[in-house]
């Protein structure tokens, strides 16, 4: 049987299947948005940790010949993008989103400039697991197989509202987050805070990135990213600073992705770009229609972009 | 008393102010060298590569200047924005629109006589630009919407129209391996200044920088401009029309980018194609950046950067490097810039001695001159 003999119930079925691949970077670089700005600050360049971490999770799957090292090394290029950015944004008069722009720019460029030679070989693949093999459909087969980082990804969104709400070091974090002056003086360190989120959530974008270069697209290139790590800030804004409805905000920019192609599966041709735009268009209307000029928004910690107390 | 202070004070920042961004340009090609050395090329040999790419004869230097044109008016879309203290990345979504209409405008005025048919090219794409990056103000204005991240988003969906207007409603059926529109008509061609094979376009980039210094820094409205940009909500409370400046600077910013797309389209590619978003958008942000969004200073930072755009071909050629060790070193450049920030008033040399009344060392740089050389830092107040 071939997908086309499916009809109208490919769309559904490739929205599905979209939905499942797609989502799991939105999520990982969502959550670590997350994390960040519950902090108090903000990482604009979680592309750039995504880039290098998809080139350096690959170049380290074919080198030691597992994926799961590839993915750890990625976690770690994260990390050290993550140090740069929370040394940058601790000196004075230095502002976060102008650094995030520049981590962008150098994340993305060292990723290809490093990545040049990856581009010919093959790195094995992270395996997957078939949650469709019931079915005798090949269309339902491919569509429900599932990346173990899914599930990793919703283990770490429940984790991490836990780690929000019932955990000391979660109520430091949202304690430096919500008034640095405070934190201050009930005697932790606003900076380390910081950095430590800011360098944990680059590590969640650096996996991010394996994800893509080792199971879906599953190589590569330098045009790998579709821009998930540019969205993570207006991903968090839309789940209002909270892990589990990052996770179903990732789902749905995940859906939403993998409408261009469903469409195409069924030969609706002539606007795939204008389909491949949709994240975006929906993140423009959802900020347009959820954030205010006059109120903060809700759930939003309440130094967020604001300058350093004390510098 | 303090009237002498400050200006005994100047040449000591003035000269802060020259040798901290020169200081960290060289910080960063040090820092560049190293990579460059850890990937097994010589560092020496690749600064001179890119000397001699971007300056080191005629030809280079023309190159240069050909790439600094649409720097300079792009580079103002991220400038003016922030005078007033918003930082808008939309350059590359502007550029890309301005280049389309103007595009398609030159190809519908096919029989319109020259000066005619480059003035509407030139005004649909600043009409465009300007009014694609009005909307990012508008939706800041009125909404509250962060405009870092709207200009980011926006970039996408106008490259989203490009390609989609490319491949099917106005596409050329002969471009088949880079999807375009038609040519635009050859009496429609932006010419060259005489002696060389640098297009008209520097020219607009020129004006367009002084125009913006001299509007900035010598108007009523430059003026309300910078106060918003200093302090919004007392520039609210002495009654100016936050709403309508806000609007106002951002057609402005957009129309130079959409100007700047209009010279792609005119004096380089002759039609509109994925090739408008190559280069310009981020590089022109790292040049506002860089030239501490003074309209002026875009000019000499354009044409440095230009000479480094200019040299990607050459380190791809002669040294075989990868083609993104350009955007490496824009990044390295980018960051060692940002951080040089907060060295300001903390290196004791550049530091005035100050009477004894003040113990305090001077942290901060002189009121006057962070007034009028650097714009206030916006603070991305995502929630507000």
Known sequence: ?311 | MRMLRSSHLRWRSRLESLCIPVGALLVALLLFGGLCALEGYNPLSVYGAIYQAAFGSRFAWQNTLLRAAPLMLSALCTVLPARLGLIVIGNEGALVLGGLLAAITGIQLAAAPTSLGLLAMALAGVIAGGLWIMVIGALRHFRGVNETISSLLMNYLAIAFLSHMVEGPWRDPSSLNQPSTFLIPDALRLGNLPPSRVHYGLLYGLAACAIAHLLIQRTTFGFAVRTVGGNRRAARMVGLATGKLTLAICFLAGSCAGLAGMVEVAAVHGRANGALHANYGYSSILVAFVAKQNSLTVILVAILLGGILASGSLLQRALEMPDATVMVLQGLIFLVILYSESLYGQIPWFREPRPSDDPSPAVHPPVLASATVTPPSPSGDLHR
């Not at chain 1, 010949?65 to 990625?74: E, F, I, R």
């Not at chain 1, 050290?80 to 230095?94: D, M, P, Y």
């Not at chain 1, 005697?187 to 991010?208: D, K, L, P, W, Y």
């Open chain 1, 1 to 311: 049987m071939t997908p086309d003999s499916l009809g109208w119930w490919g769309i559904p079925l490739a929205i599905l299947g979209g939905l499942l691949r797609g989502s799991v970077p939105f999520l990982f670089v969502s959550l670590g948005e997350c994390l960040t700005e519950k902090s108090g600050k903000i990482n604009l360049g979680l592309e750039g940790s995504l880039l290098l971490g998809a080139v350096t999770g690959y170049a380290l799957s074919f080198h030691s010949g597992s994926p799961w090292v590839g993915v750890l090394g990625a976690g770690g290029a994260g990390l050290g993008l993550g140090a740069i950015h929370a040394w940058l944004v601790q000196q004075r008069r230095v502002n976060d989103i102008s650094v995030g722009i520049a981590m962008m720019i150098f994340g993305g460029g060292l990723a290809n400039y490093l990545g040049k030679p990856y581009i010919q070989p093959i790195a094995p693949q992270l395996p997957a697991l078939h949650w469709g093999d019931w079915s005798d459909l090949p269309a339902v087969q491919s569509a429900l197989r599932v990346s173990p980082l899914l599930l990793i990804g919703i283990a770490i969104a429940v984790s991490l509202q836990w780690f929000f709400k019932a955990t000391r070091w979660g109520l430091i974090v949202r304690a430096v987050g919500e008034s640095p002056t405070a934190a201050k003086a009930m005697g932790f360190s606003v900076a380390r805070t910081q950095t430590a989120c800011i360098m944990v959530g680059a590590g969640m974008a650096g996996i991010a990135g394996a994800y893509l270069s080792l199971y879906f697209p599953g190589s590569w290139n330098e045009n790998i990213s579709s821009g998930q790590g540019l969205l993570a800030v207006a991903l968090v804004i839309f789940a209002r600073w909270n892990p589990i409805q990052c996770l179903w905000a990732a789902l749905l920019f995940g859906g939403t992705q993998g409408l261009g192609p469903a469409l195409q599966s069924v030969g609706i041709e002539g606007y795939y770009y204008v389909f491949n735009a949709m994240p975006y268009l929906l993140t423009l209307v959802i900020m347009v229609a959820t954030c205010s000029p006059v109120r903060s928004s809700v759930g939003a910690p309440a130094s967020l972009g604001q300058p350093r107390p004390d510098a």
